[in-house]
């Protein structure tokens, strides 16, 4: 499921907590997706708090406590990790970080907490959700088999590497736009990951973030760049990223672009790619007196790339990234004539 289906599920869940309606979510998939990142994403869009516990580095007194004795009978401790009211507030996501990762005596522990929502006299707060996350068994990891019982307390969703979600989510964080290109024109390398080959570094949605700190950090030092790509995304995906770039230098002027000042299209279809990517980064930076009229301009130049399938990617990710309307906009209607069969694709 691509992560920004799963982000609407994890939303509604919430808001489903809120009414004291929440089933707990399992979120499935391979290392570097993105899974912890989307609970984050929702905690911070509702400005609720997000507790993180990783069960695999805990044990099982760290989440049910400690025994004492208080008169003639013995009590738990409640751990202060656990979200209380009084002190993270009254929604909130708590998330089972690792849950496949840990041991089952820690899991064990687990299973009153998910489905009833406590632990001994300790109560999950009203308005708070419960979110788990683990790597699946084939993914090479520490990974245990989920207990039946504790499966069975989940609703299950497995979060899948999407290069359209990808591409919202760099743009919005300044991802630098070489890379959203290189991607773009390389969509299998966005995450290449094989259980059966053991390697360090390997292409995901989190190394692909190092790598874009990487091309900021060794900027000046080619042969420092290509080792530190290669330890963020592996050797070949990292030789691959910095051969894209030492292609890029014939880049048209993108300001006389987004004045609308005639300039031609690159041929190059890796010039291309870098181009549309560029474009898109641009006009969102834009504030939003004048970049109705960048975009016009943008359609307008869509339409001189040579590659139809590049026109459309770079009207598609246009709407996604910048929300506008552009089916409004009279140079849209220009450009979708032109793109005819092709859009009528992208969008069936």
């Known amino acids: ?18 009414r004291g309606m929440h089933t707990p979510v399992m979120l499935w998939g391979p290392p570097g997706v993105g899974k912890s990142q989307l609970v984050s994403q929702v905690a911070a869009a509702r400005s609720a708090a997000m507790i993180d516990i990783r069960l695999a580095q805990m044990e099982p007194t760290d989440l049910r406590g400690i025994p004492f004795r208080e008169g003639g009978d013995v009590v738990w401790s409640t751990p202060s990790l656990l979200p209380r009211e009084s002190r993270d507030g009254d929604r909130g996501i708590l998330f089972l970080d690792e849950i496949t990762s840990a041991p089952a005596t820690v899991t064990a522990a687990a299973y009153q907490l998910i489905l009833d929502r406590r632990l ?28 039946a019982p504790l499966a069975n307390r ?18 919005a964080h300044e991802i630098d736009p070489r890379l959203v290109a290189f991607l773009r024109f390389r969509p299998d390398l966005l995450f290449s990951f094989d ?53 890029l230098g014939r880049l048209p002027d993108l300001d006389l672009i987004l004045q ?22 641009r006009v969102a930076r834009l504030p939003e007196v004048g970049r109705e009229a960048a975009i016009t301009h943008v359609l307008r130049y869509a339409r001189r790339l040579s590659q139809r399938e590049i026109s459309v990617m770079l009207v598609a990710d246009l709407q996604r990234v910048t929300g506008s309307p552009l089916i409004n906009n009279p140079a849209f209607s220009e450009w979708a004539q032109e793109a005819g069969g092709l859009l009528s694709d992208e969008h069936g």
């Open 154 to 171: 989940f609703a299950h969703f497995e979060v899948e590497p999407d290069l359209d979600d990808w591409v919202v989510w760099a743009h």
């Open 1 to 18: 499921m691509r992560p920004s289906r799963v982000r609407q599920l994890l939303e509604r869940e919430f808001l489903a907590g809120l």
């Open 195 to 247: 259980p059966a080959r053991a390697s360090a570094a390997f292409p995901t949605p989190r190394s692909w973030e190092f790598a874009d700190r990487a091309l900021a950090n060794y900027a000046d030092d080619p042969a420092l760049l290509a080792d530190a790509l290669a330890g963020c995304v592996g050797p070949a995906a990292g030789l691959a990223l910095q051969a894209f770039i030492t292609h």
């Open 260 to 281: 609308g000042r005639a300039t031609e299209a690159p041929a190059a279809l890796d010039l291309q790619y870098a181009v549309a990517s560029a474009l898109i980064r």
């Open 120 to 147: 001994g006299d300790y109560r999950v707060p009203d308005g708070w959700s419960i979110v788990a996350a683990g790597n699946r068994l084939g993914d090479r990891g520490v990974t245990y088999q989920m207990p």
